[in-house]
C-alpha cells in the first residue's frame, strides 16, 4: 500500500506540469477573447444600441419580421439565447444554487 501512494505521489509534479503547459495556450486565447468580447459597452456605444433597439421595436411594429433572412433569425436567436443563459446563470449565483428559492 505505502509503495503505491510513494508511486501515486511520485507522478504528481509531472501530472501538474502537463496540466500547466496543456493549459497556458488555451487560457492565453480565452484572456484574449475576453479582454474584446467580455467589456461593458462604452459610452459611445450606448446611444448606437439604443437606436438598434428602437428599429428592432419598429420594425416589428411595421410588420418586417416576416422579411428577416434565415441567418438573421438564427443569429438573433442564439443572441437571446445567450442573455437568457446568462440572466439564469446569475440567478443561480445570485441565490446560491440551481434548486429554487427560500420563501
Do not use: H
Not at 1 to 21: C, D, E, F, R, Y
Not at 34 to 50: D, G, N, Q, T
Not at 65 to 76: C, D, I, M, S, W
Amino acid at each position: 500500500m505505502a509503495q503505491a501512494v510513494q508511486k501515486l505521489v511520485s507522478k504528481v509534479p509531472g501530472m501538474i506540469n502537463a496540466t500547466v503547459a496543456y493549459s497556458k495556450p488555451r487560457l492565453a486565447t480565452f484572456w484574449y477573447y475576453a479582454r474584446v468580447e467580455l467589456v461593458p459597452p462604452s459610452p459611445a456605444e450606448i446611444p448606437k444600441a439604443i437606436q438598434e433597439a428602437t428599429n428592432l421595436v419598429k420594425g416589428l411594429q411595421a410588420g418586417r419580421l416576416g422579411q428577416t433572412t434565415v441567418r438573421e433569425a438564427v443569429r438573433n436567436g442564439l443572441v437571446a439565447t445567450e442573455v437568457l443563459m446568462w440572466f439564469y446563470i446569475g440567478e443561480c449565483i445570485g441565490k446560491g444554487g440551481i434548486v429554487g428559492y427560500d420563501v
